[in-house]
């Protein structure tokens, strides 16, 4: 069953109406409602197309966590082959909040690594909601530095709410775990191409997406912190989230035209969990293209184009 936001009411009316139109066509024989049908959908689009061409902050926030939006299992089933994980840090433990491992795209062999949120409440609880512990950001590091000696290319996709919180991750040492992630990125002499697919939340984001190239999905967010938690510190009343959302720019619009990210990949309307397939495709390609620019350069070169992106973060505002 399809999932509606609150501010999707319109349109989940509209589909309950045609639902039962099709009910009705089909115990009764001889009833034609298809013209009825036909006008109820094209109304039912106009709305969707209406509603998500003028999303505000707080409803993309919405969108980007929605539960039936594509999540890293589905990019890695549509978009590489011979995916082959890697578990464990060689430390402590295996975290499925993060998987990564190599695999083929588009013939060309590369590491891959994202969170996964999971899609069932059995998922959800085995990958931690896609909240990683310090064992998962030093498995990321592991991978690419593998990568890096083999001279393989690094794509991170993500959607974390933020690294995991709990006691147990602050003291098997979460902040240094995070730190040596970020730095193991932008250390890299092969390129790396992140994509924000979801929510890209904290430190616990930013530790895969030290990348050459940032991408983000139009309807996905990428913060230093939650609204929520932004509006608990600010005004101490999660209320404020809405507030939040919209003073603290995190769409990938905003982020655009600040500099953090390079590029939005572009969703149908109604969002990446109503076009899943498209969505996916279209990511594909922008990979694709992303890391085409990088052939021919050195290690060196590599590097140092990384460095001037974030460091150029900020520079003219």
């Keep these: 069953m399809r999932t509606y936001l609150d501010f999707e009411k319109p349109v989940a009316e509209l589909d309950a109406k045609i639902e039962e139109f099709r009910t009705l066509a089909a115990s009764s024989e001889g009833v034609a409602i298809a013209e009825d049908v036909a006008r109820l959908e094209a109304k039912s689009e106009l709305a969707l197309s ?160 030290t990348a050459n190239k940032v991408l983000m999905l139009e309807h996905s967010i990428y913060s230093v912190i939650s609204p929520e938690g932004a509006a608990s510190i600010l005004w101490r009343d999660t209320t404020k989230a809405q507030e939040a959302a919209t003073n603290m720019k995190i769409t990938a619009q905003d982020l655009l035209r600040l500099g953090v990210v390079d590029e939005i990949i572009p969703e149908a309307a109604g969002g990446a969990h109503r076009h899943p397939e498209a969505t996916i495709s279209a990511t594909g390609k922008a990979i694709q293209t992303a890391l085409a620019g990088f052939n021919g350069l050195s290690r060196d070169q590599i590097r140092s184009l990384r460095a001037e992106k974030f460091l150029a973060i900020g520079r003219n505002l």
């Design 50 to 209: 209406e509603i998500y061409e003028n999303l505000t902050p707080w409803q993309k926030t919405q969108v980007a966590r929605h539960p039936q939006r594509p999540h890293f299992s589905d990019y890695i089933a549509k978009l590489f082959e011979e995916f082959t994980p890697l578990a464990g840090d060689r430390k402590f433990g295996d975290d499925q909040a993060i998987i990564g491992g190599f695999a083929r795209f588009e013939g060309q062999s590369v590491c891959v690594i994202g969170h996964e949120k999971g899609s069932t409440t059995e998922a959800r609880i085995q990958h931690n909601f896609g909240m990683a512990r310090p064992e998962g950001y030093r498995k990321a590091v592991r991978l690419m530095e593998l990568a890096d000696r083999f001279e393989v290319p690094v794509v991170t996709l993500v959607d974390t709410a933020g690294a995991y919180p709990g006691i147990d991750a602050e003291e098997r040492g979460q902040a240094e775990a995070i730190a040596r992630s970020t730095d193991a990125g932008l250390a890299l002499g092969v390129p790396n191409v992140s994509v924000i697919i979801g929510e890209g939340g904290s430190g616990g984001a930013i530790a895969i997406a």
